[in-house]
């Protein structure tokens, strides 16, 4: 019963049930991939906003396949 409490006043904005991670994903190899790809699509309380990798090419292309905003190989 609690449980619906707490979601009833989340519903009224009276609580925030969790909050969002913010990350960045750095270095995308084949491992670096699939931890992005992990984040992005199986943990939603992670909010992946930028992919770094040494070639920007590389940046790019994997944060638009995962639809992430960002990238950069600063």
Known sequence: MLLFKYIYLAMLG????????????????????????????????????????SRIENAERVARELGIPKWTNN
């Open 14 to 53: 009276g609580l925030e049930v969790y909050r969002k991670v913010r990350c960045a994903v750095i270095g995308v190899g084949r491992l670096g991939f699939y931890h992005a790809r992990n984040l992005v699509t199986h943990i939603p309380e992670s909010d992946v906003t930028t992919v770094v990798a």
